[in-house]
């Protein structure tokens, strides 16, 4: 599992070791965090957070990071989540993990899906489940149908430890941008949240690379 420290992988780790609990079968889970915000390298997730992984009986991995990025790119998001992409699939694949689970959750597709038109002109969308390395290690989002709200709601009622620092990025984030035109929106915001989730899961049904 992806530990950003943020809300959605805590909410996911603790979902995610609920269900492991109930199989007869326990799956073994293993937390990657990957050390890079926008700042380029990074320190580890804060004490609190690593105490509660332990409490659940839940390994953690920090994961040094490959920065490979020329200085005249910066750190945007795109690049640091591609850095943080390819760590967790080399390091899964090199400890023959064959899933790894990641936070993203119902208003992410929506962001995603619209920052792509916005600013590519595409409709890149984020799929449910994609596979990697010939098939050898799958990506999967157990969070794909809830929304932030929900999540936040979640970790108050499960007493989850408070989240890591924001990323320092993440004000001037294209992401954000696309956050603020939805909310411009008002009541109606909910509405096209909701419209834009089911244009980008149809898109992905209807893919050749989600067949």
């Not at 005249?72 to 967790?88: D, H, N, P, Y």
Request: with cysteine; charged share 25%.
């Amino acid at each position: 599992m992806a530990i950003s420290g943020g809300l959605d992988s805590l909410v996911m780790a603790y979902l995610v070791g609920e269900h492991n609990r109930r199989l007869q079968r326990p799956l073994e889970l293993l937390a990657l965090h990957v050390r890079v915000d926008g700042d380029g390298a990074a320190a580890g997730l804060p004490d609190a957070i690593r105490e509660w992984l332990e409490s659940r009986s839940l390994e953690l991995i920090e994961v040094e990071p490959r920065l490979d990025i020329p200085e005249t790119e910066g750190m945007e998001c795109f690049s640091c989540a591609r850095i943080r992409r390819r760590s967790l699939l080399e390091t899964a694949d090199a400890r023959g993990a064959s899933h790894v689970a990641l936070g993203h959750h119902a208003d992410d597709v929506v962001e995603t899906w619209l920052m792509s038109l916005m600013f590519s002109g595409t409709a890149e969308t984020m799929p449910p489940v994609r596979t990697y390395f010939g098939g050898t290690v799958t990506v999967v989002r157990p969070l794909y149908e809830l929304k932030k709200g929900e999540l936040a709601r979640l970790a108050r009622l499960a007493d989850l430890p408070e989240p890591a620092p924001p990323c320092t990025m993440e004000r001037s984030a294209k992401r954000n941008k696309v956050r603020t035109v939805l909310a411009s929106l008002g009541r109606d915001q909910s509405l096209v949240r909701r419209q834009l989730y089911w244009a980008a899961v149809k898109q992905i049904e209807n893919s050749d690379e989600y067949h």
